[in-house]
């Protein structure tokens, strides 16, 4: 609930219509209690996903891939179990939302998505762990969770599955990038034109290029997951502007640095609970991996305070100080010519929210539809 909250406060102080809000919940099943047996896992998951469609997320990944306590350990789940368990937990997203539409009619019904052939959330370690969803594998997915819903009297719910995860060949780690390559997918893509209702869902699309997002949109990949990509534009932007605000302070006597870079790193060097598992190498490695890895651990310290107060006064700074055009150009060129053309505010908070915007407008391109005869 506090995060719909959190993402409703921002809708309403832009007056984006709430209704225009899509809340999802991604993997959503018993991961968490994966170490206890599958009747106790299964039962706190089913309460998870009524949490969750209760306070008002409609669109529910229902991931019910990872063995429980009592399951074999020495062989892989069979995807009749995966998708029963998958069913099991529709039900309870069901009755939730009965729940939830006596209290308001106009309630929109949850939709699913199934699947989870992804790696570890939040990028991976080895490109070379990397294989596309084998089609065969796709559509028995897709045909045991026919089964198992209409076993369970879920027909209707089935009829709102919209998407199934698959594994394109895309990822990222700490420094690469795995793109896109459509001759790769393409006995995966072929086959989903069995299911002229269902989308494929890529988790970890950032840091593809913006014709590589257009290519997987036209190959079928109508939900494509970016996270770490935007919060790795913010950082470049803060890290930016902390430079140019070193460099101004030199001059500028009265105001007392930010330090935005050091800060960062001495509160994750003070609680590395959020990177340690994803760093390796010596100190001198791990600390540049801190500070720019395409895996972005760092974005987990923007809220604390001491990170919070020490952007805020980077803010204030360059406010007093303003920004000159040489330093802009030095250090955020793409920025400057906007500025310059009128199209972007000289300030501190608009130029971090337009290096962001940047990384996102990719997006925009891949899903736009092309205008007739441009070829754009």
Same mark, same amino acid.
């Given at each position: 609930?506090?995060?719909?909250?959190?993402?409703?406060?921002?809708?309403?102080?832009?007056?984006?219509?709430?209704?225009?809000?899509?809340?999802? %919940?991604?993997?959503? *099943?018993?991961?968490?209690?994966?170490?206890?047996?599958?009747? $106790? +896992?299964?039962?706190?998951? !089913?309460? @998870?996903?009524?949490?969750?469609?209760?306070?008002?997320?409609?669109?529910?990944?229902?991931?019910?891939?990872?063995?429980?306590?009592?399951?074999?350990?020495?062989?892989?789940?069979?995807?009749?179990?995966?998708?029963?368990?998958?069913?099991?937990?529709?039900?309870?997203?069901?009755?939730?939302?009965?729940?939830?539409?006596?209290?308001?009619?106009?309630?929109?019904?949850?939709?699913?998505?199934?699947?989870?052939?992804?790696?570890?959330?939040?990028?991976?370690?080895?490109?070379?762990?990397?294989?596309?969803?084998?089609?065969?594998?796709?559509?028995?997915?897709?045909?045991?969770?026919?089964?198992?819903?209409?076993?369970?009297?879920?027909?209707?719910?089935?009829?709102?599955?919209?998407?199934?995860?698959?594994?394109? %060949?895309?990822?990222? *780690?700490?420094?690469?990038?795995?793109?896109?390559?459509?001759? $790769? +997918?393409?006995?995966?893509? !072929?086959? @989903?034109?069995?299911?002229?209702?269902?989308?494929?869902?890529?988790?970890?699309?950032?840091?593809?290029t913006a014709e590589h997002l257009r290519q997987m949109v036209e190959d079928g990949f109508g939900v494509l997951k970016v996270g770490p990509a935007l919060t790795f534009a913010l950082r470049e932007a803060l890290f930016a502007l902390n430079l140019m605000e070193e460099e101004l302070l030199k001059i500028k006597s009265g105001l007392v640095p930010s330090q935005f870079i050091k800060t960062l790193e001495s509160e994750m060097i003070r609680e590395p609970k959020h990177w340690q598992g994803y760093y390796r190498g010596s100190e001198p490695e791990q600390s540049l991996s801190r500070k720019y890895s395409l895996l972005d651990r760092c974005r987990y310290y923007l809220p604390n305070p001491g990170v919070k107060a020490s952007m805020e006064r980077l803010f204030n700074n360059l406010t007093l100080t303003g920004i000159p055009l040489s330093l802009l150009s030095q250090y955020m060129p793409v920025q400057y010519k906007k500025v310059r053309e009128g199209r972007l505010d000289l300030n501190p908070r608009a130029l971090a929210k337009d290096r962001v915007k940047g990384a996102i407008e990719d997006y925009g391109y891949a899903t736009r539809p092309r205008s007739p005869g441009s070829g754009a």
């Open positions: 609930g506090k995060f719909r909250d959190f993402v409703f406060s921002i809708a309403d102080g832009i007056a984006f219509p709430r209704e225009r809000v899509i809340l999802g %919940g991604d993997h959503l *099943g018993p991961l968490t209690w994966k170490g206890m047996e599958s009747a $106790k +896992a299964m039962a706190n998951a !089913a309460e @998870l996903v009524r949490e969750y469609v209760k306070a008002g997320f409609s669109k529910i990944h229902l991931d019910t891939s990872m063995r429980l306590g009592d399951d074999r350990m020495d062989r892989q789940l069979d995807v009749e179990l995966v998708a029963a368990r998958g069913a099991f937990l529709c039900r309870a997203a069901e009755e939730a939302y009965r729940e939830l539409k006596e209290e308001d009619h106009k309630k929109a019904s949850p939709v699913y998505v199934v699947g989870s052939e992804v790696p570890v959330p939040g990028g991976s370690k080895n490109v070379e762990e990397l294989t596309v969803t084998d089609p065969t594998d796709f559509v028995e997915t897709v045909e045991a969770y026919r089964k198992e819903f209409r076993k369970s009297d879920l027909e209707e719910a089935y009829m709102r599955v919209i998407a199934v995860v698959v594994q394109p %060949g895309v990822e990222f *780690g700490d420094e690469f990038v795995a793109a896109y390559d459509r001759e $790769k +997918a393409r006995d995966l893509t !072929a086959a @989903l034109k069995q299911y002229p209702d269902l989308v494929f869902e890529a988790h970890s699309t950032d840091y593809q």
